[in-house]
């Protein structure tokens, strides 16, 4: 909580704030290494907090990308709203998406953003 963040070397109300915003926009953590996408984390920050913390992936909230909305997608902040149309399209016309392959084979995700949301994604039909 953001009591227990602040009490950390170099975060303050403010930063707390963020990074219980980016998690709940995210899901959960999935590395600790996330936190460097939190705006106001800086290099020096992170070195001093990385080792007071860990990525509890056992509580991540996954989006089941064969029933997930657009507006859904879209807050994901890992997908933009053109990722978001194009797997959603591919969705319609294949009936669903089968895994990740499918989406980094039909070019609608780089492998690299593949590996960004392999913990966030569920593909059950």
């Known amino acids: 909580d953001s ?73 994901f902040p890992y997908i933009d709203r053109y990722e978001a149309g194009a797997i959603l399209k591919y969705r319609e016309i294949n009936g669903y998406v089968s895994g990740l392959s499918d989406l980094v084979e039909n070019k609608l995700i780089t492998e690299e953003k593949a590996a960004k949301v392999k913990s966030y994604f569920d593909f059950a039909k």
């Open 3 to 75: 009591v227990a963040l602040r009490k950390l070397p170099g975060i303050g109300e403010v930063l707390s704030v963020r990074i219980i915003k980016y998690r709940n926009l995210l899901g959960g953590y999935a590395s600790v290494d996330q936190l460097k996408e939190v705006y106001g984390i800086t290099g020096d920050i992170f070195k001093l907090i990385e080792g007071s913390l860990r990525a509890d992936t056992s509580i991540i909230t996954k989006i089941n990308i064969n029933n997930t909305s657009f507006r859904e997608l879209i807050r």
